[in-house]
C-alpha cells in the first residue's frame, strides 16, 4: 500500500505489485506507480492476459539493457501495450464466425452502398488499418477483414 498525496491508501492488486517489483528499467526510473497503475487497470478490463503482460514487460526492459535504451516509465509502457492479438492467423473459421462475418459484411456493404467488389477492396483495407484503431475499435476491424475473405 502506498498514501497518495490526500493522506488516503492505495490498495494495489498483487499482480501489479509483482510487475513493479520486477520492472527493472535501464537509464530511467520508473515514473509514477500512481499512473502506472490506472493503466494497468484499463488493460486488465480489457481482458488481456496479465502473466502474458508481465512476460512482455520484462522481456521489454531486459531487451533495453541489452541494447542500452532508455526504457519508458511503466505507465507509458503500458498505454502503448498492445499484446498479439488474441486469435492466431491461421486458426480455421467456425460455422457460426462466418455467419456473423457474413452478416457483418452485408450491413457494411449495405450502410455504404457498394457494390459487391468495391465492399470487398474496402473490407481488405480495413486490414491495413487496423493497428491504427482504438482497440474497441480492433476487433471490429478484424472482423471485416475476416468478412472480406469470405465467399
Known amino acids: 500500500m502506498q498514501q497518495n498525496l490526500f493522506g488516503s491508501r492505495i490498495d494495489y492488486k498483487s499482480e501489479f505489485e509483482s510487475l513493479w517489483t520486477k520492472w527493472r528499467p535501464f537509464d530511467m526510473s520508473k515514473g509514477s506507480k500512481k499512473n502506472a497503475y490506472e493503466s494497468y487497470l484499463r488493460i486488465n478490463k480489457l481482458g488481456y492476459d496479465m502473466s502474458k503482460l508481465e512476460s512482455d514487460a520484462l522481456n521489454y526492459c ?12 511503466v505507465s507509458t ?75
Open 62 to 73: 531486459a531487451e533495453c539493457g541489452q541494447r542500452k535504451v532508455k526504457t519508458k516509465h
Open 77 to 151: 509502457w503500458l498505454n502503448q501495450y498492445e499484446p498479439e492479438a488474441k486469435q492466431p492467423a491461421n486458426t480455421p473459421v467456425t460455422k457460426e464466425q462466418q455467419i456473423q462475418f457474413a452478416y457483418v459484411r452485408k450491413k457494411i456493404i449495405e450502410s455504404l452502398g457498394l457494390d459487391a467488389s468495391r465492399a470487398r477492396l474496402f473490407l481488405s483495407e480495413v486490414k491495413n488499418i487496423k493497428n491504427e484503431l482504438p482497440p474497441d475499435l480492433q476487433e471490429f476491424a478484424l472482423q471485416c477483414s475476416q468478412a472480406a475473405r469470405m465467399p
